[in-house]
């Protein structure tokens, strides 16, 4: 297997498949060709396909290869390919979930399924500088790195030859090759099982580890019995705002209804850092929730010579900015693991030119990252701190929420019409002149002001796109379950297990923790709807607990991104295989 992890990488790097380009289409196109050419596939080509992402302008697509180890499903659906020429061209089959009666098994037990998922999308490489065009040739990238140019201790990694450098190497093509070379010995191993005969079903499966039997009464020590199914999808747009992922949830859905699966575990092989000592990997359990509050500020212009006279949206904006930027107060502490402040990440006015006049309008954007605080939290706080900052202001100052102002322009004579022409524009700005979620929520806002004729000095706080539902698998459903697959893998490999995983991740549209709602986020999100949105319902159905765990990288997005040889061609992989049958053979 480890020949076949370093060639699949070598290819998906190839690719260049950097976010938001054409070359993320190469990348489908050559994983799905890999699952095509597996015989496996070959005999069910129905059970691997590009799902295109719905209403996405650059027609990318969400790679999967579905694996089951009942023959009956797979028979049924070779059945129906045989019986509709539709059907069995798989060049259709390959990117449409067939949701038919035929295909349904509601009368068997659902297999248990664990879910192999990543992102085939990369980061930029132009930190690379003169060694740009190398940074996508495995081979080649690390003749062109010097000390000069990486740190010491990535310097110390290059001559020590146990890392493969490159960009995507580590994040996260490096995991998701692991991942299908696991998915291809699966489907090997399946396809043997099928064309064995009677007596020799299952020889081919390994007993259940003892190193991983947590709780025997749980999982049947030394049994053959591998009813499993195995998953694996690869989405595009990780690195911007997830389209991917957000747009993967129909599919899941799907396959979930059209094979009956129970999605037990999926396991995202984002890179994972260890300890200093490089012998514990840490991995997590949970993803970070991120929001991004926007503040439009009106003012009074008035030329400077009489600026008592007139409201100055930049100092309200800056009071609000000092007021919250790095605030620990609204850090939140879990287990041991502390919060990242608010953090500002745009604020200036929004003048075009130069002139001696004060600006009519400012506006600004922050991150805001948690683990428990819900929007309606956020949005208080950030309506704590605006009220705070008016209070110096001589002249009135109003204060409204974005759900406030969409009320009253819904409500104006002429709001149709205004709608029409202001949805045309949201699809040209977003789709044909790629300006991004908080630049086109800023716009709506100013257009609904000017639509209202709304004149008077105010402060508008919203959100704008993306937003990470923050989630823990531990408050999903079957939480005694995956406390055994905690165990499992504590046993298979040294590992630290963190609640959540400090940067944003897919994990994010995986579930619901119990008791989640988004009613504050989508009321106070202008763009909430055709131009962004996700399905919350389908969240909450869904509840996949997972784990962010994948091979040891350092350095990712930078120019000494690297992934370590063993742990990507040794050692995870045989983890990911142990793990999967400790999933499969459990209660």
């Known amino acids: 297997m480890k020949q076949e992890i370093l060639g699949i990488l070598k290819q998906l790097m190839a690719c260049g498949s950097v976010t938001n380009t054409e070359r993320e289409k190469k990348a489908e196109i050559w994983m ?39 023959q009956t499903i797979t028979e049924r659906n070779e059945a129906k390919v045989a019986n509709d020429p539709v059907a069995g061209d798989v060049s259709n089959a390959s990117n449409t979930v067939v949701t038919d009666e035929t295909a349904k098994t509601s009368n068997t037990p659902s297999k248990p399924t664990v879910i192999l998922m990543g992102h085939h999308d990369v980061v930029a490489a132009d930190v690379y500088g003169d060694a740009e065009p190398w940074a996508f040739d495995m081979d080649s990238i690390a003749s062109h ?39 291809k010995k699966r489907a090997e191993a399946v396809l043997k099982k099928f064309d064995a005969a009677p007596q020799e079903t299952n020889t081919d ?3 259940v580890p003892q190193e991983i039997h947590a709780e025997p009464e749980t999982v049947p020590q030394g049994s053959k019995e591998d009813k499993g199914a195995l998953l694996f999808i690869s989405v595009p747009d990780e690195e911007s705002f997830s389209v991917g992922m957000r747009g ?23 890179p994972n850092q260890r300890t200093a000592d490089g012998r514990t990997q840490i991995i997590y359990s ?18 400077i010579g009489s600026c008592r006279d007139g409201v100055n949206p930049l100092g309200i904006l800056s009071r609000i900015v000092a007021a919250t930027e790095g605030d620990e107060s609204f850090t939140e502490t879990f287990e041991g693991e502390v919060s990242v402040p608010p953090v500002w990440m745009y604020a200036r006015d929004l003048k075009e030119g130069y002139d001696f006049s004060l600006p009519g309008r400012a ?26 900052a008016v209070e110096s202001v001589p ?41 991004t979620y908080p630049e086109v929520t800023l716009w709506l806002m100013q257009a609904t002001l000017d639509f209202l004729h709304l ?58 923790s119990v008791g989640t709602t988004a009613n504050a986020y989508q009321a106070n999100t202008p763009l909430w709807g055709d131009a962004y949105h996700f399905d919350m319902e389908a969240l909450a159905r869904l509840q996949i607990p997972f784990f962010l765990f994948g091979p040891w990288g350092k350095d990712l997005h930078q120019i000494g991104e690297r992934v370590n040889r063993y742990s990507l061609t040794e050692e995870y992989p045989a983890v990911l295989e142990k793990l999967l049958r400790c999933v499969w053979l459990s209660k």
């Open 32 to 70: 799905l060709d890999f699952f095509r050419k597996l015989p496996y596939f070959q005999k069910y080509p129905e059970q691997c396909g590009l799902f295109p992402i719905p209403g996405d302008p650059l027609g990318r697509s969400t790679v999967w290869a579905l694996v089951t180890s009942d």
């Open 145 to 183: 790195l010097n000390e000069k140019i990486l740190s010491p201790e990535a310097y110390t990694d290059l001559l020590s030859g146990e890392w493969i450098f490159g960009r995507g190497s580590c994040d996260m093509l490096g995991g998701a090759a692991a991942q299908m070379a696991v998915l």
């Open 205 to 207: 499966v390994e007993t």
């Open 248 to 270: 993967t949830l129909p599919l899941l859905e799907q396959l979930k209804e059209q094979y009956n699966l129970d999605y037990r575990l999926a396991v995202c092989a984002e």
């Open 286 to 303: 949970g993803s970070i929730g991120k929001l991004l509050p926007v503040v439009l500020v009106q003012g009074r212009t008035v030329q």
């Open 363 to 388: 506006a600004g954007y922050c991150n805001v990252l948690t683990f428990r605080k819900t929007p309606a939290q956020v949005m208080a706080y950030f309506l704590e701190k605006i009220r705070a």
């Open 395 to 435: 002249q009135p100052v109003a204060i409204m929420t974005w759900v406030t102002l969409w009320q009253q322009a819904k409500q104006q004579e002429g709001f149709a019409a205004f709608w029409r022409e202001t949805e045309s524009q949201i699809k040209s700005l977003l789709q044909e002149q790629h300006k």
């Open 455 to 512: 004149d008077k000095p105010l402060v508008l706080l919203g959100f704008a796109p993306p937003c990470y539902p923050a989630v823990r698998s531990e408050e999903m459903k079957n939480a005694a379950r995956f406390e055994l697959y905690k165990k499992s893998i504590i046993a298979l490999q040294k590992v630290k297990i963190e609640p959540y995983f400090p940067g944003v991740s897919d994990c994010s549209y995986c579930g619901l």
